[in-house]
């Protein structure tokens, strides 16, 4: 009997449950009655491996052979049941458990206060925790972390952190998983500087960072701009022989872009390929766009050969910052150029695109231009929105075109495009430095009518 539960077991545990099933039926056919232990092996198994049907169909031929589920049967149905989110089958496994007096452990708890808390229903969460405590049930480190990391997720920092309190009042230490859970809800809520006293306490209490710990402050630090700081992590990193990977590396890259230090960024680059990490297409965007707010659109240009060269197909992201780059250059013509080169490359223009480069034309004078973009992105099956509207209308304005700029704003209204409180500012502005007075008004009521509070300093 123990050898066939260890195989049957082992099978198991390795997602072979056809195996599983046959050495069950050998051990059937050898007289041997498969016991709790047996079933309980297979349904594990047929849980983890997202087959919740079958291994309910199993708890069936279980009790038809004289044996009564017990917990870990259970709490198999429950974890798979947790795991797919299937909210309302995990909450009647639970109550059948509870029907049938099979006493829920910290496991079946677990299960589903990690549901509700992944899923952002803390109040569920917390009814379960106090449930399980009134059943005298002590939480551990699992459940705390699990109840922290719904807090963080929520951006509720307050609770987490008395939640963790409360951890630490129950004489349960803190490990890396606890200490990570926290830090990078502090860092997503870019407080850094708390997030700086829970390393150090990290530390204090002989708590070795990983990989992880390191990546998320690295990024805090980074997004926040702080670059001596993220550097000074990165170091000590590599002296903790914990080896960065390309989303460090992208965190830093970015954080240096941000800050204009484009030659670091750019190093950083090469770096990475030194120590054999490939640069992916996030690595590379980041650049792109780094160079292209430099206004080093040729330089990013070159990036962008290097991706096409090494394989790594460049996303319509990348492809909008070098027309955004262009068009702040004063270069819109090769923008529009760059088009065709994107389109090579089986990239399509979005509306993001369009009106980019409408913005970059008009910032030209170029308007006949920019009228006929928005025709192409009708061929394109795009079709123009309230900013590309806005950019054009802004250019007649701006230009002194009032009565194309009332045409263009009647074509909006018809096409059922609603006009924002930008769309009348620039026609307000446009009457009013033309000294036709009598239509900024008309325009400066209907913008009341719509709900839109005015600028009235003109």
């Known amino acids: 009997m123990v050898t066939y539960n260890t195989l049957i077991n082992a099978y198991c545990h390795e997602g072979l449950l056809e195996e599983a099933y046959e050495m069950t039926n050998i051990m059937k056919a050898t007289g041997l009655r498969p016991c709790l232990l047996t079933y309980n092996s297979i349904l594990n198994g047929l849980c983890k491996n997202g087959q919740y049907g079958r291994a309910r169909e199993l708890l069936v031929e279980m009790e038809e052979s004289g044996l009564a589920p017990d917990t870990t049967s259970y709490n198999a149905l429950l974890a798979e049941c947790c795991r797919a989110g299937n909210v309302l089958e995990a909450e009647s496994v639970f109550k059948e458990m509870l029907c049938r007096a099979i006493i829920p452990d910290l496991v079946s708890y ?83 500087h708390e997030a700086d006293e829970l390393f150090n306490e990290m530390l204090e209490r002989d708590v070795n960072p990983d990989f992880y710990t390191f990546t998320m402050l690295i990024n805090g630090y980074c997004k926040f701009g702080n670059m001596e700081k993220a550097q000074t992590l990165f170091e000590a990193m590599l002296l903790r022989n914990l080896k960065p990977d390309v989303v460090t590396y992208n965190s830093l890259i970015d954080g240096f872009c941000k800050v204009g230090d484009m030659e670091k960024a750019f190093s950083l680059r090469d770096e990475m390929i030194s120590v054999n990490i490939s640069p992916n297409y996030i690595t590379y965007s980041i650049l792109i766009n780094g160079f292209c707010n430099k206004g080093r659109v040729t330089d990013a240009l070159r990036l962008w050969d290097d991706m096409i060269i090494l394989g790594i197909k460049p996303t319509i992201v990348t492809c909008n910052s070098i027309i955004k780059g262009y068009c702040r250059s004063g270069d819109a013509s090769r923008a ?71 045409m263009l704003y009647r074509k909006m209204v018809e096409r059922g495009i609603n006009p924002d409180r930008y769309t009348y500012t620039s026609l307000i502005n446009g009457h009013v430095s033309q000294d036709n007075l009598k239509e900024a008004f008309r325009f400066h009521d209907e913008m009341l009518q719509r709900g839109f509070i005015p600028d009235d300093k003109f």
């Open 336 to 406: 529009a150029k760059f088009l065709n080169k994107m389109q090579s490359q089986g990239l399509f223009p979005d509306s993001i695109t369009y009106n980019t480069l409408l913005d970059g034309l008009i910032r030209e004078e170029n308007m006949d231009k920019a009228l006929d973009l928005v025709n192409e992105m009708g061929k394109q099956g795009l079709s123009p929105d309230v900013i590309s509207y806005n950019t054009i209308l802004d250019g007649f304005c701006k230009f002194g075109r009032m009565q194309e700029a009332n």
């Open 110 to 192: 677990s299960s589903l206060i990690g549901l509700f808390s992944r899923t952002g229903r803390l109040d569920r969460s917390l009814a379960y925790y106090e449930h399980m405590k009134r059943k005298g049930l002590t939480p551990d480190n699992v459940v705390y972390t699990i109840l922290i990391g719904g807090f963080c997720r929520n951006g509720s920092m307050k609770e987490a952190m008395k939640m963790r309190d409360e951890m630490l009042e129950q004489s349960l230490v803190m490990d890396v998983v606890t200490y990570n859970t926290i830090l990078n809800g502090l860092c997503k809520g870019k407080m850094l």
